[in-house]
């Protein structure tokens, strides 16, 4: 009966595990859900639409620029968004603008400054368009979004276009805004929830006599017009650059509030067909390392073990068996290890924390709770997962400290509160030091950077000490086998059986069953663009966790049967 019970028991835990997957696949492949912490807003015609200005980023320097670091035009009185920590550590410095905005109110042409620039401020210009800077707006909490001239969509619109490092580049003088609304559920169509956020950039060479007669708007600003483009010429002593913009509004049924958000999603993470490819050919790969493992077992500890368990024959008891391979090194498999056996379980418990950090995170990002619309809540998630399983990280270094019967338990609790949160941090530090010499919106405030430490020092290290407190208060972990007094020679190891080669087995494999999710993450990060797949990338985080643990038992197993115990 209990194998029965077993059975059933595995059953349901196996259709469990298989529901949570197809949860997660399609949490990740159907967009169409509201984005939870974002309010929808019914605007009314003739309210004011305010629109605000991110920092200027570029995916060549990587160094965001706060927008007023140009010599743009100002409001009359500069003022910040409300922002979060998770907004100062992405760089996110969201200000007001001068520009006036009216629901369904269209405007052309309409002149926001004048500008005289010195020959400092138009090399400025010159090189943030060398660079390759965006320009970033927000209206109702959408970015707005250009067309590259390959037809790709693109977060934000270029500062100008470059032209080479002699020639003058091309400065953006002109946008034309065009919203987009949805007035599919309101009471009557003057009123609307804003759906799309489009722009269209020009570059205009004005004159004074283009000026209308109230000075509130140039008299031509079409494509298709004559005036020639701007040139930012950086021999120039000065230059006198009209600031302008037009705004349409273009009914979008088709489109719904909650789904505004899957334009920007598909042009950052791809389709849906190239994810589902990259995780068949992890599993794939999960296939052919489950089938070693498999094979190892069955052929070679199956049958030793059944060996050793039934009673041996009168003839098996007078053939005296030489044992070889994995066999001879039973006595030494749970040796502690022979150098830093401290910084072993420190790894092992800021590993735990890691994993599980990764996988909380991933959970609540793949089920819809931290979209991109709520900017900086992802990084807050993953620092407040980090700082509450500071306690889990004591207590799996304790209880691993513990088994190998270490003394110094202090020194193992300190270095696990502060060996890998003190290096990162440090290298935060000084990296964010040469950020804000280079004046980049990147550097992180000093009240920011107190907060950081903060958090790690008053509440991740008290965490840190409360688990492995609990931790050696628990009995020590016991071994199967018991350890020899004497440590067992190790034979000379083959060139194949190096340390090296088993981190480059033990990594190309894990790296193939995510390099495609890597790529997307990585992309979106380092040009812009948002991902928003979690779904995908939460089951891609268990096939790689399986490859890893996978292709950590084949190796061990091939290193001991060479006799090598030091796994």
Known sequence: MSKIADRRRCKRTNAVWHIY????????????????????????????????????????????????????????????????????????RIQNSPY??????????????????????????????????????????????SVTPEGYLAVGYPLGQAAGKDASPQLNNHVNIVIGYNDANTQSPEQGRIV????????????????????????????????PPLYMDKKAKEARVYWTYSVEWMLKNDVDWRTRWDIYFEAGSGTDEVHWFSIINALLIVLFLSGMVGLILMRSLHRDISRYNRVPTDEERAEEREESGW???????????????????????????????????LQFAALGMLAPSN?????????????????????????????????????????TATLFPGVLFSTFFFLNL???????????????????????????????????FFGFRMPPITFPVATSNIPRPIPPQPWYMTNMM??????????????????????????????????????SFFILINTCAEVTIVLTYFQLCAEDYKW
Not at 22 to 36: H, K, N, R
Not at 386 to 413: D, E, N, P
Not at 442 to 451: C, D, K, T, Y
Not at 526 to 534: A, E, F, I, L, N
């Open 21 to 92: 997957l197809c949860v997660y696949a399609f949490a990740s492949a159907g967009d169409a859900f509201s984005l939870p912490g974002v309010q929808m807003v019914t605007y009314n015609k003739g309210d004011r639409l305010p629109l605000y200005v991110n920092s200027l980023t570029s995916s060549e320097t990587l160094l965001p620029l706060d927008y007023y670091k140009l010599p743009f035009c100002h409001p009359s009185k500069l003022e910040y968004k409300s922002e979060n920590l998770g907004e100062y550590l992405t760089a996110n």
């Open 100 to 145: 006036n905005l009216t629901f369904l109110q269209p405007q052309t042409c309409s002149l926001l400054c004048t500008k005289k620039y010195s020959t400092n401020e138009i090399r400025s210009f010159a090189s943030r368009i060398q660079s390759a800077y965006q320009i970033h707006y927000i209206v109702d909490n959408l970015p707005i979004s």
């Open 196 to 227: 799309d956020f489009q722009a269209f950039p020009f570059s205009f060479a004005y004159e004074e006599r283009d000026l209308s007669k109230g000075g509130e708007r140039m008299t031509v600003c079409d494509w298709a017009s004559k005036v």
């Open 327 to 361: 066999k001879l090194v039973h006595a030494d498999l749970f040796r502690p290890p022979a150098t830093n056996p401290i910084l072993f379980c420190v790894m092992v418990g800021t590993g735990m924390q890691v994993l599980t950090m990764s996988l909380v995170t």
């Open 375 to 415: 900017r900086g809540k992802l990084v807050i998630a993953l620092l407040v997962c980090f700082v509450l399983l500071g306690a889990l990280a004591g207590f799996v270094s304790a209880r691993l400290y513990k088994m190998f019967r270490g003394k110094r338990w202090q020194l193992c609790t300190a270095l």
């Open 434 to 468: 040469f950020v804000w010499a280079w004046g980049s919106d990147a550097a992180v405030p000093f009240g920011s950077i107190l907060l950081v430490f903060f958090l790690w020092t008053g509440i991740s290290i008290p965490l840190v000490f409360t688990g492995a």
């Open 502 to 539: 088993a981190a480059v087995v033990g990594g190309v494999l894990p790296f193939g069953a995510i390099f495609v999710e890597l790529f997307f993450v990585l992309s979106s990060i380092w040009t812009d663009k948002y991902y928003y797949v979690y779904g995908f990338l939460l089951i």
